[in-house]
């Protein structure tokens, strides 16, 4: 054990380490690592509003949740949603990235405009949106009032009312992944790309050949953050529809709010938590195959 | 050519700007001036402080921003201490169970706390814990990300430092806090930015946890106001609402907008 | 090294315990969860009011928590209750009260009634309809409080416009259908309902009681079964359908209850149906002659009652039990039932509150008031069952459901009653 400390602190007992991470590592372990079993354990239980004990009930609960038409369509809906941001946000997010990757004063105040929803509660966005989407009144339905398309009502409407929130979730997020996307640019070599010029790369094909490539780690990285981002939240939909229309936008976070604090249906919003804990292991797998971890890890 | 090409991207980069900024200028704009039926992107009506007060005295706003500066102060502090520790373990020593306990702070970078609000919000009601600060504190106290960004930080500091103030008789704790802390104060400002931004924004575990106004926050208390069923004009008052409680961070986002970028660039890349 | 420790240890605990002092503790107090659903002041006045029963009371202090809306509401209840922490007494839906018997979250009051010398009397003043939501299997589980019913607003400026006789509001559904269609142009909806989840429910209760053949509407009196997919309930349904797809007379999709009357004070809407806690709101705000109606009859009058009652939370001591009661004496004397309902809007749930000089005078002034309580005779629980939050879901789903095309009405309603008796099937 001792051969194996670092050099500085040679003459210290390997407690000392324990009782450094001690404290963090108990909260992670009660409330991170903990939950997650227990959720698992839970799930096989029916246990909900004034029962005394939970009831062992083995697979009940999923295949309850397999039968259930709004469990599958909640399960559509977080894979539409994601889908919906998480491309959007990235390209725009580049395409931002590309526009003010450079110097200047007056840039500083772009980006500034890019950004800025990032530091904005997610409530606060929705809580603004709603009223931009609001029927006739809203901003939203006036514009297309004078379009000539009449009000559309787009949150009551189930065809639009999961892309009005992802589109509001692409102009929060877009501005988040471009800094990730401007350091990446500011990360390539520009000698790289000089000498491609002097060879008579164009601009077009620079980017094609050489620019994406070369931030292929960087999106593979940003597109883990971006999916983890869009199944983590349901701050809108808790103000914005409350999953309206007969649960068009209800996402599967929300879903387990419901399911847990109005329904106080413990057994069935664990097993939903299972089902999020393995959506989340699934999109967050790239992240430890990537090349990139050592470079962001090590 | 060169020029066209130049301009072009300034305009395109301005304009986009400009839409970026729509939904910041209608809130400040409406929350600014008399309510009116006709909700309009610029304002019609004139100007008005009507709306912020009405809402400052409805609403105990003051409260609200005292329970969410408390939270978001101690819960940061708290973390410096212990993010720090833990940050310095894992940069200088090597032993069992390394690997393991990487694998539990990784668990918590890839399962957001908000995803397990059923399992917490049980164990925090078995702690008798519910409707209390602490409670809503309480998981966020060991923090992964700031203990990457600190571990990173301290395993770029010369170890000749660390070891001259050793054979100067230093303790493990002064060398700690004397030697190793004051060298890394970008990963701390970083880590300051992101944990001050997400407590002051978050509001799904707040919600869950607090049950008086003693405790609510910010958040909660404005979406308690935009969700409750009061009519007329409403928008006027929940842009006043949502401007009360975002002012403050938009402000310093604004003032320091270079440091709050790199904060979450380097806090989301260690994540 | 120890010392090291011990030093680490103890900032560490000290921290924690810093973090523990500023959390606070709870007070000693009674506490009490209330939602307000409607526009005005109502937080404010039940404030008020609580200072007033304070400073009255000196040995008890109550402690009002405002808990968002009726949902929000149930919610926070519910999450205290479990989180063991739950407040001494709460506002809550009078639809609520099978839920929390049967939970056990609130208690049953006949005991504290009857050790009340005016217990009896006190419970005999309230309005009969008001006083039928407070049961659950024989005993009384709340009291009545900030209750409501809905009522038809229009518009009678427009009524003038378009030369409808504005003192003539429609009587039934077939006028309602001709005086929308008249109502309704380019810049204008004839007839506006609020379909949002919490407010669609509310709504169908009162269509369903206006076309239903034997005055059951929706659920039975013991709240164990609902009657989703009667023929008289998919007609009322396919009525809305119609009044936006076919008369195209009211604003297709799903409007938000608390737009609804901001439309109608904008002229955007001659006709809506809400509630009379709203009535305060509007006469303060209309810059039109307005009127208050009873809702168009189907086969006979019909309406929804709604709003909280007052519950007292189970397992709390005998002592704060006692205080809580008093406290809720207080809110619902007939002098405060009187100004309460002048206040907001909000129907005075005591018949001697309409004896008071004071509501008498307010009638006198504002006739309109008195329709909501003219209407009483013929209204009824809105719909009450078991897991009544989830029940609500259920049918405000489906509803929407229908009104967004994705099913016809009766296929909505089929799928809402199989729905509604998979869940009930526990209680059976």
């Known amino acids: 054990m001792k051969s194996n400390q670092s050099l500085t602190r040679r003459k210290d007992p390997a407690w000392i380490v324990w009782a450094l991470l001690a404290p963090s590592l108990i909260i992670m372990l009660v409330f991170t690592v903990y939950p997650v079993f227990r959720s698992i354990a839970f799930s096989f239980t029916k246990y909900r509003l004034g029962m005394d004990a939970p009831e062992f009930i083995w697979l009940d609960n999923y295949q309850r949740l397999l039968k259930s038409g709004t469990f599958n369509k909640v399960m559509v809906n977080t894979v539409v949603y994601a889908l919906l941001t998480v491309l959007p946000s990235m390209i725009i997010g580049l395409g931002l990235a590309l526009l003010v990757n450079r110097p200047g004063k007056q840039v500083g105040f772009i980006r500034t405009s890019y950004f800025y929803p990032s530091v904005m509660p997610m409530i606060a966005i929705a809580s603004v949106w709603m009223f931009i989407y609001m029927a006739q009144n809203g901003l939203f339905d006036q514009v297309m009032i004078a379009l000539g398309f009449g009000a559309q009502n787009v949150l009551s409407n189930r065809n639009t009312v999961l892309p009005a929130m992802a589109l509001m979730y692409v102009w929060r997020e877009a501005g988040y992944l471009m800094v990730f996307y401007l350091s990446g640019l500011q990360a390539i070599n520009a000698e790289v790309l000089e000498a491609a010029t002097i060879d008579g790369a164009t601009g077009a094909k620079c980017f094609r050949h050489i620019t994406l490539p070369l931030l292929a780690p960087t999106s593979l990285f940003v597109s883990t953050i971006a999916f983890t981002n869009s199944f983590k939240l349901a701050d809108h939909v808790i103000i914005m529809t409350e999953g309206a229309p007969n649960n068009a936008s209800t996402l599967l976070l929300y879903y387990i709010y419901q399911q847990g604090f109005t329904n106080l249906n413990y057994g069935l919003s664990n097993a939903l938590t299972v089902i999020m804990l393995v959506l989340l292991l699934i999109f967050s797998l790239p992240r430890f195959f990537s090349q990139d971890r050592k470079i962001h890890y090590s | 050519m060169e020029n066209i090409k130049k301009y072009s991207i300034t305009a395109l980069s301005v304009l986009l700007a400009l839409m970026w900024l729509i939904p910041l200028v209608w809130l400040v704009g409406t929350a600014l001036t008399k309510a009116s039926f006709n909700m309009s992107f610029l304002p019609t009506t004139p100007f008005s402080t009507e709306n912020l007060e009405y809402v400052w005295n409805t609403i105990p706003f003051g409260r609200y921003y005292l329970n969410t500066i408390t939270l978001v102060v101690v819960t940061f502090i708290v973390q410096f201490f212990t993010s720090t520790l833990a940050g310095y373990a894992l940069a200088m020593y090597r032993f069992k169970g390394q690997a393991l306990v990487i694998v539990i702070i990784f668990m918590q970078i890839i399962i957001p706390n908000d995803v397990l609000i059923i399992p917490n919000f049980m164990t925090l009601s078995e702690l008798g814990l519910i409707d209390t600060k602490l409670g809503i504190m309480l998981p966020f106290l060991g923090s992964a990300m700031a203990i990457f960004l600190l571990r990173q930080s301290f395993k770029t500091i010369p170890r000749a430092l660390a070891e001259a103030a050793n054979i100067d008789g230093a303790t493990l704790w002064q060398t700690i806090w004397q030697v190793y802390v004051p060298c890394a104060k970008m990963a701390y400002m970083s880590f300051a930015v992101i944990s001050v931004s997400y407590h002051w924004n978050n509001y799904l575990w707040p919600l869950i946890v607090t049950n008086s106004v003693e405790n609510r926050t910010l958040t909660v208390g404005l979406a308690y106001f935009a969700k409750s069923k009061e009519a007329n004009m409403q928008w006027a008052n929940v842009c006043a609402a949502t401007l009360i409680i975002i002012a403050p961070l938009l402000l310093a986002f604004f003032i320091l907008q270079k440091q709050f970028m790199n904060s979450f660039v380097s806090a989301g890349i260690k994540e | ?428």
């Open chain 3, 1 to 428: 090294m120890m010392k090291r420790i011990l030093s680490l240890a103890i900032s560490l605990l000290l921290l924690l315990s810093m973090a523990t002092a500023l959390a606070g503790d709870a007070p000693l107090e009674l506490s009490m969860y209330f939602p307000v659903n409607v526009g005005g002041s109502a937080a404010a006045l039940i404030e008020k009011m609580t200072e007033d029963f304070n400073a009255e009371n000196p040995d008890i202090k109550v402690s009002p928590v405002y808990t968002g809306n009726y949902d929000d509401t149930v919610t926070k209840i519910q999450t205290a209750i479990q989180g063991g922490n739950p407040p001494d007494l709460f506002v809550s839906l009078a639809t609520q009260r099978f839920t929390m018997a049967s939970t056990k979250m609130a208690m049953p009051l006949d005991g504290l009634i009857a050790a009340d010398p005016e217990g009896a009397a006190f419970i005999d003043d309230f309005i009969d309809g008001f006083m039928l939501d407070s049961y659950v299997e024989g005993a009384i589980y709340s009291i009545p409080f900030q209750r409501s019913t809905m009522v038809m607003y229009y518009n009678k400026d427009a009524f003038k416009e378009v030369g409808l006789d504005p003192e003539a509001p429609p009587k039934n559904w077939t006028e309602l259908v001709e005086y929308a269609q008249k109502l309704t142009n380019e810049n204008r909806w004839g007839v506006g309902l609020a379909l949002n989840s919490g407010s669609a429910q509310w709504a169908f209760t009162g269509f369903s009681l206006q076309n239903c053949t034997n005055e059951v509407g929706l659920m039975s009196a013991d709240g164990k079964e609902v009657y989703f997919n009667t023929p008289e309930n998919v007609e009322a349904l396919q009525l809305w359908l119609d009044l936006q797809n076919k008369y195209k007379v009211m604003a297709p999709g799903i409007v938000q209850w608390t737009d609804l009357p901001t439309q109608f004070l904008a002229g955007q809407v001659a006709m809506i149906y809400h509630t009379t806690g709203n009535l305060t709101n509007i006469r303060n705000n209309a810059d039109f002659d307005f009127g208050v109606a009873f809702l168009p009859a189907g086969r006979q009058y019909g309406a929804p009652t709604g709003g909280g009652n007052f519950y007292i939370t189970s397992g709390i001591s005998e002592e704060r039990q006692q205080a809580a009661w008093k406290y809720i004496r207080f809110m619902c004397s007939t002098e405060r039932a009187a100004q309460w309902s002048i206040d907001t809007g909000y129907v005075a749930t005591r018949e001697s509150a309409y004896e008071t000089d004071l509501l008498k005078n307010y009638y006198a002034d504002f006739p309109a008031a008195l329709v909501a309580y003219e209407q009483l005779p013929y209204a009824q629980p809105e719909l009450t069952t078991y897991s009544a939050a989830e029940m609500w879901r259920i049918l405000n789903d489906n509803i929407q459901a229908a009104v967004t095309g994705e099913m016809t009405a009766e296929e909505a309603l089929q799928t809402a009653q199989e729905q509604g008796e998979e869940l009930l099937y526990d209680f059976q």
